[in-house]
């Protein structure tokens, strides 16, 4: 009986899995999206079938939490199917430690350590910690595996890290920490065997959320992500970078206090604000509008403007990368992107841009381009086995 590894990667509205075989790598038997509604379940796997399931009026909670019992439920179902189950690998986006903690056992320390953590910060800890939860209750004999995105982060020098407050707040854990460090370890793996010889690497991970990071020789340097995922790029609904003055005009005198401003940069900022239409890029191409034409052209000279930035922390680029959900389905951000950096020798081959190839600059580009669809998921399966292996 094939042993399996179930890889469970939350969001704020549902999540994504992924089964996969024991090996080196891991070979994927079934991928699904899980997406809650106010009272049903959409079940959507990667083969095209689809399944809703209607949640009893106890299942169904406010916020990130909804659905998630009739989902491991489901689960449990797929998983005795398909073979015998030895670990539960868990995305989250952050650690609580600074962002030092590598893939480890989800114990009774580390619980406490990520409960304490996301009340600090509630924007993707409280629903990746539910779904753990019960994830642990219906598997409480078999070891689950916490994966943090700022892992891969870990690497930066003290110029990174270092915010420019008083050392008092530096020591209560204010630093930068980074993220996507799943999507972009899995981006880096993919040129390290397409083009060993390109050891500066900017990858792109643009999505829902988005980030830039500088990569040399597989370890990070530097990120648009810094202390929060609020931070750099403007996203869905997240605001980015704010010069500071903003926010103290708007708890000064607008009367904003933590929870207000909380509301403003992180839901009703982004592309959202920008088009005044949508946060979601796929109705935003589609959109005749002017306001939805200057949202995608903002979002590209912000991403052109932070690959150049991180070419700064590296010394150069040899190889760039768009991966997330817009960065590897997009082809018309990437040629605005792309366009932006024509002064550094990028260029693309547009039919192997508009396909979606993986390698898509064409013969005079002077660095090396890609679209790599992210596969978190295959990430937290590898961190998973390697953290059972060590013990």
């Known amino acids: 009986m094939p042993e399996l590894v179930l890889a469970l990667n939350a969001g704020t509205t549902g999540l994504r899995f992924g089964l996969f075989e024991r090996g080196d790598p891991p070979r994927p038997?079934?991928?699904?999206?899980?997406?809650?509604?106010?009272?049903?379940?959409?079940?959507?796997?990667?083969?095209?079938?689809?399944?809703?399931?209607?949640?009893?009026?106890?299942?169904?909670?406010?916020?990130?939490?909804?659905?998630?019992?009739?989902?491991?439920?489901?689960?449990?179902?797929?998983?005795?199917?398909?073979?015998?189950?030895?670990?539960?690998?868990?995305?989250?986006?952050?650690?609580?430690?600074?962002?030092?903690?590598?893939?480890?056992?989800?114990?009774?320390?580390?619980?406490?350590a990520l409960n304490e953590r996301s009340r600090q910060s509630p924007w993707q800890l409280p629903a990746a910690l539910a779904l753990a939860k019960a994830a642990s209750t219906r598997w409480p004999k078999l070891p689950h595996v916490a994966c943090f995105d700022t892992s891969f982060h870990s690497t930066w020098s003290e110029h990174a890290v270092r915010l420019s407050l008083p050392v008092e707040w530096r020591d209560r854990g204010m630093r930068r920490r980074g993220g996507h460090g799943l999507s972009i370890a899995h981006a880096v793996g993919v040129i390290q065997l397409e083009l060993p010889a390109a050891h500066r690497l900017v990858v792109a991970h643009l999505g829902a959320t988005s980030s830039v990071c500088a990569v040399r020789d597989g370890r990070a340097l530097d990120s648009t992500l810094g202390y929060s995922v609020l931070d750099g790029l403007p996203m869905q609904t997240r605001a980015g970078d704010?010069?500071?003055?903003?926010?103290?005009?708007?708890?000064?005198?607008?009367?904003?206090?933590?929870?207000?401003?909380?509301?403003?940069?992180?839901?009703?900022?982004?592309?959202?604000?920008?088009?005044?239409?949508?946060?979601?890029?796929?109705?935003?191409?589609?959109?005749?509008?002017?306001?939805?034409?200057?949202?995608?052209?903002?979002?590209?000279?912000?991403?052109?403007?932070?690959?150049?930035?991180?070419?700064?922390?590296?010394?150069?680029?040899?190889?760039?990368?768009?991966?997330?959900?817009?960065?590897?389905?997009?082809?018309?951000?990437?040629?605005?992107?792309?366009?932006?950096?024509?002064?550094?020798?990028?260029?693309?081959?547009?039919?192997?841009?508009?396909?979606?190839?993986?390698?898509?600059?064409?013969?005079?580009?002077?660095?090396?381009?890609?679209?790599?669809?992210?596969?978190?998921?295959?990430?937290?399966?590898i961190e998973a086995l390697r953290a059972i292996e060590v013990g």
Do not use: C, Y
């Open 29 to 112: 038997i079934e991928r699904g999206l899980a997406s809650f509604g106010d009272a049903e379940l959409t079940w959507s796997r990667a083969d095209g079938s689809q399944q809703t399931t209607r949640l009893s009026p106890t299942a169904v909670a406010p916020g990130p939490t909804a659905g998630v019992s009739a989902l491991i439920g489901l689960l449990g179902v797929e998983v005795a199917a398909s073979g015998r189950l030895v670990a539960i690998a868990h995305r989250f986006a952050e650690d609580a430690d600074g962002g030092t903690m590598s893939a480890r056992l989800l114990d009774e320390g580390t619980w406490t």
């Open 242 to 381: 704010l010069e500071p003055g903003v926010l103290v005009h708007l708890a000064r005198h607008a009367g904003f206090d933590g929870f207000k401003l909380e509301e403003l940069v992180a839901r009703r900022g982004g592309l959202a604000a920008l088009s005044g239409l949508s946060g979601d890029f796929r109705e935003l191409l589609v959109a005749d509008s002017d306001e939805a034409r200057f949202a995608i052209a903002h979002f590209a000279q912000r991403v052109a403007e932070a690959v150049a930035r991180m070419g700064t922390v590296l010394g150069g680029i040899d190889a760039i990368a768009f991966t997330g959900g817009i960065g590897a389905g997009s082809f018309e951000l990437r040629a605005a992107v792309i366009d932006r950096l024509g002064w550094i020798g990028a260029t693309l081959n547009p039919a192997a841009n508009a396909r979606n190839l993986l390698r898509i600059h064409d013969e005079r580009s002077r660095l090396a381009v890609f679209a790599i669809p992210t596969d978190e998921e295959r990430q937290l399966a």
